[in-house]
């Protein structure tokens, strides 16, 4: 009888290579369904999720290839993250945007710990709502995806933030274009207020394209300076951590060192001062290196929804959406009101 079973394993290669294809099999699933009207608005991202999600609960989580799984949800993640670092221009940021600075870091503190605050009036999970606040305050899924090593968050908590994060992100990126005719700012005061606001770099461009060029330009330098600010704020959580870990004395939580950052680093100065400078690189090629990043961030988020039990979805999940969603509005009137 094991023997028989034993044969039906697949081999570690065939479930490496299996897993990794079934993650980016569920991401085409959800690039397709973003094409459809309506699941357009949501994007790929979290189309992907939902479909991830809902196959766990129909087919349950596909043990013979978690190998590969496991590997798109760590190692590509990573890979995401780094690649990530060519869409923040730091030259853009240090020579125009120091002020804005200063803005994105009272953004950033105000998100997250209002955020904590309201987890903590409504009695909902710390866990999933310190992510969404540093969603909320930096980029999205990306400053998630960074900072949920950090703090040792569960996968299924990271895929739950992720998916709030992007569905919430993106109502608020329409509600925004709808305002933008009845309100009194001008294309550079929309601008700040998108961008200094808004939760993703693509939610930003939904939302900063109807100011024209010169809005949206603001809008994701705005957006840039919040970027910026998440390799910091991964060095403070590190810092944190390591601080609560010695007071509880636990040694079996050591904190690992983010050197996916360092990458994101190094790669942010390579886009910023070399590549189109010293080694010419053209626009297709820079938009080609974004698309694979936008499908390496896809298939990793697949492995994290099939983590996620809709049980738990139903009883943790409601309370930090709200906690976040207060949050974003608050914010949105805020920077609407220093702009």
């Not at 007071?247 to 050591?254: L, Q, R, S, V, Y």
């Amino acid at each position: 009888m094991e023997n028989t079973e034993s044969k039906k394993q697949p081999s570690p290669q065939t479930a490496w290579i299996g897993g990794v294809a079934f993650t980016f099999l569920i991401a085409l699933l959800g690039y397709l369904l973003a094409m459809v009207p309506g699941f357009d608005r949501v994007g790929q991202l979290a189309c992907a999720i939902i479909i991830a999600v809902f196959y766990r609960q129909i087919f349950g989580y596909p043990e013979a290839i978690r190998s590969g799984i496991a590997f798109a949800t760590k190692r590509l993640l990573r890979a995401a993250i780094i690649l990530y670092g060519l869409k923040l221009n730091i030259d853009t940021v240090l020579s125009d945007g120091l002020g804005l600075l200063l803005r994105d870091a009272g953004v950033i503190v105000f998100a997250i710990f209002a955020t904590i605050w309201l987890a903590k009036v409504f009695k909902a999970d710390k866990n999933i709502s310190l992510l969404l606040g540093v969603g909320t305050g930096v980029c999205g899924a990306a400053a998630i995806a960074a900072v949920a090593p950090i703090v040792k968050a569960k996968d299924e908590d990271t895929a739950i933030g992720v998916g709030i994060i992007a569905l919430m992100g993106t109502v608020f990126a329409i509600v925004y274009t709808i305002l933008r005719p009845v309100l009194p700012l001008d294309a550079i005061e929309y601008g700040v207020w998108s961008g200094s606001s808004l939760h993703e770099v693509a939610h930003v461009a939904l939302a900063g394209a109807p100011a024209g060029d010169e809005g949206l330009a603001i809008a994701l330098l705005a957006k840039l300076g919040r970027v910026f600010l998440l390799v910091p704020l991964c060095f403070i959580f590190i810092a944190f951590m390591k601080r609560k870990n010695k007071e509880n004395d636990a040694e079996n939580t050591k904190i690992e060192f983010p050197w996916f950052l360092v990458g994101f680093i190094i790669v942010s100065i390579l886009g910023s001062y070399v590549f189109g400078h010293s080694i010419p690189v053209s626009d297709s090629v820079m938009n080609g290196v974004f698309t694979l990043t936008t499908w390496l961030l896809t298939a990793a988020m697949v492995g994290l929804g099939l983590n996620v039990s809709l049980k738990d979805l139903r009883t943790r999940a409601i309370r930090p959406l709200a906690a976040m969603t207060v949050t974003s509005i608050a914010l949105s009137v805020i920077v609407y009101f220093i702009v």
